[in-house]
């Protein structure tokens, strides 16, 4: 069992690790948040001590202490386990009594949604580099998957234009990445008609697809022949929170969708699939929509 | 071996003409799923083998064919048995293809 305290840079550091905990899946980690307000004042060696019970499952744990005093934990592996543990040790040894209570001064993030909760984090640094480094941000995010094109300036500000327009569509723009022939071909015939349907058969054809024409819903195929159509989706939801992504595979297995949920996808089909299934996600994301729409028009 | 197009006809509508084509598809990716599947166990290659068995059971499910489906599954999941079993495994599938294959390609055996 090792734990690291990283002072130095520790924002830097903090960062680097969350970025890799988004490439290579959030659920094996966990993290913690302490309030240095609301900690007794102690030695980092006495802090140390008291958080190593808590770690004692696992391989690898480092406490970053960033300038503002503000403290971030981060473990490997038996998330609730670890987190139950830092409420038991740390809450008692180190929070002041005088706080509204241990467990509330120690914010815990869901494994499950800790990509999206600490992605804010990184934005918001990236906010205060201005709009270029955004845009730069964005890029790296988008090219830090396996087999995906960086894109280019030009085709960042086209796909912001394309995006911006989505609500004056007369019909859904419907992107479907899936490298069988059949398959592909199946879900295209369940789409077009009612939607516009463009289907591709790999990662990189997906990824210039999706800069090109900012689509409304894209079903990704998962075992994709030049790369995994997780890292797509990944990207894709870092580039465009609002976008509707859903998963299609024949692999239904515990771990893809633990993936898909670690990716904010806004579902998981498997095959063989029905027509209503895929129907029922086209809606929901239509109804989402108005909805977002109602709520932006009366704010 | 018994082929369901309940599904697949929701799709197509009845389509005669799409039905055919999309049984072509079938046959010819499902083909070339079985000749790379031959090549994975000629190489000893596990990677391959896995994969292809993963598109040929994604492609069975698709078109109707579970049994067919559930033979390419096991193979898939079972990449690493010694090669002797994994022969079996192929021989089982590609006799429930020639059926599969047999039903889709005489117009009329799939109503």
């Not at chain 1, 090109?212 to 819903?217: C, F, Q, R, S």
């Not at chain 1, 976008?243 to 993936?259: I, L």
């Not at chain 2, 990716?29 to 896995?50: I, P, Q, V, Y």
Request: net charge negative.
């Amino acid at each position: 069992m090792l734990i690291q305290l990283v002072e130095h840079r520790a924002r830097e550091a903090l960062l680097a690790l969350i970025e890799d905990i988004n490439r290579v899946q959030t659920a094996v980690w966990g993290m913690a948040f302490l309030k240095r307000r609301a900690l007794k004042p102690i030695s980092n060696d006495e802090f140390l001590l008291v958080l190593k019970p808590a770690f004692a499952d696992v391989s690898e744990a480092k406490a970053f202490v960033l300038e503002n005093g503000d403290i971030y934990l981060a473990w490997r592996g038996m998330q609730k386990r670890v987190h139950d543990g830092l409420l038991a040790l740390v809450g008692k040894a180190l929070l002041k009594a005088s706080d509204s209570g241990a467990g509330s001064s120690i914010v815990y993030f869901d494994p499950l949604v800790m990509g999206n909760e600490l992605t804010t984090l990184l934005r918001a640094q990236a906010r205060e580099q201005g709009a270029a480094s955004e845009a730069a941000a964005h890029s790296s995010k988008l090219a830090a998957s396996k087999n995906l094109p960086k894109p280019n300036a030009t085709q960042l500000h086209k796909f912001q234009e394309h995006r911006q327009h989505r609500g004056e569509r007369r019909q859904l723009e419907i992107l479907v990445v899936e490298d069988q022939q059949l398959l592909r071909r199946l879900l295209h015939e369940v789409l077009r008609g009612e939607h516009l349907v463009d289907s591709v058969a790999g990662l990189q054809e997906g990824c210039e697809h999706y800069l090109e024409k900012a689509p409304d819903v894209a079903f990704l195929d998962i075992g994709l022949a030049d790369g995994n159509g997780h890292d797509l989706a990944r990207a894709i939801k870092q580039l465009d929170p609002d976008s509707c992504v859903v998963m299609v595979t024949a692999n239904n297995t515990e771990e893809d969708m633990e993936f898909a949920r670690g990716n904010h996808a806004d579902g998981f089909v498997a095959k063989p699939y029905s027509k209503q299934q895929i129907f029922d996600y086209i809606d929901r994301h239509v109804s989402a929509r108005r909805l977002a729409t109602m709520r932006d028009k009366f704010a | 071996m018994n082929l369901d197009f309940t599904n697949l006809r929701k799709i197509t509508g009845g389509d005669a003409i799409l039905e055919s084509e999309l049984f072509q598809i079938f046959l010819d990716s499902a083909r070339e799923c079985l000749s790379f599947m031959r090549l994975g166990l000629k190489n000893d290659d596990e990677t391959l083998w896995r994969t292809q068995a993963h598109a040929f059971k994604g492609l069975s499910y698709s078109i109707g064919a579970e049994e067919l489906g559930n033979l390419c599954r096991a193979a898939q999941e079972n990449c690493a048995v010694p090669v002797l079993q994994k022969q079996q495994m192929l021989n089982e599938i590609e006799k429930a293809f020639a059926l599969v294959e047999k039903q889709l390609e005489h117009p009329g055996s799939h109503k």
